[in-house]
Nanobody, 114 residues
Framework: QVQLVESGGGLVQPGGSLRLSCAVS????????MGWYRQAPGKQRELVAT???????NYADSVKGRFTISRDNAKNTVYLEMNSLKLEDTAVYYC????????WGQGTQVTVSS
């Protein structure tokens, strides 16, 4: 059974940084197509960043140059490093893994506020 557990969310001031973690169990993270998504209140869930098994990454235009997705195969964990955070980055952040099926974590709240 594949499970994903996010952590690392919290309250941060504009311009600050956070690192989100997504711990994977039940399969190896290197075999998964992994993505970070976010959903702000009243808005649809949107794709933030992806990393494929070969290591290639892709980012939404709104986070390019500020966010970095990475993977630690030894720890079976995917990370989202978020820098220069803006008010509009406030959302619940979810990680998703895709292999034969799609697997979602429970989400972690990120609040950017002064």
């Amino acid at each position: 059974q594949v499970q994903l557990v996010e952590s690392g969310g919290g309250l941060v001031q504009p311009g600050g940084s956070l690192r989100l973690s997504c711990a994977v169990s039940g399969t190896s993270v290197r075999f998964l197509y992994m993505g970070w998504y976010r959903q702000a209140p009243g808005k649809q869930r949107e794709l933030v960043a992806t990393i494929i098994s070969g290591g290639n990454t892709n980012y939404a235009d709104s986070v390019k140059g500020r966010f970095t997705i990475s993977r630690d195969n030894a720890k079976n964990t995917v990370y989202l490093e978020m820098n220069s955070l803006k008010l509009e980055d406030t959302a619940v952040y979810y990680c998703k893994g895709s292999q034969t099926g799609n697997y979602w974590g429970q989400g972690t709240q990120v609040t950017v506020s002064s």
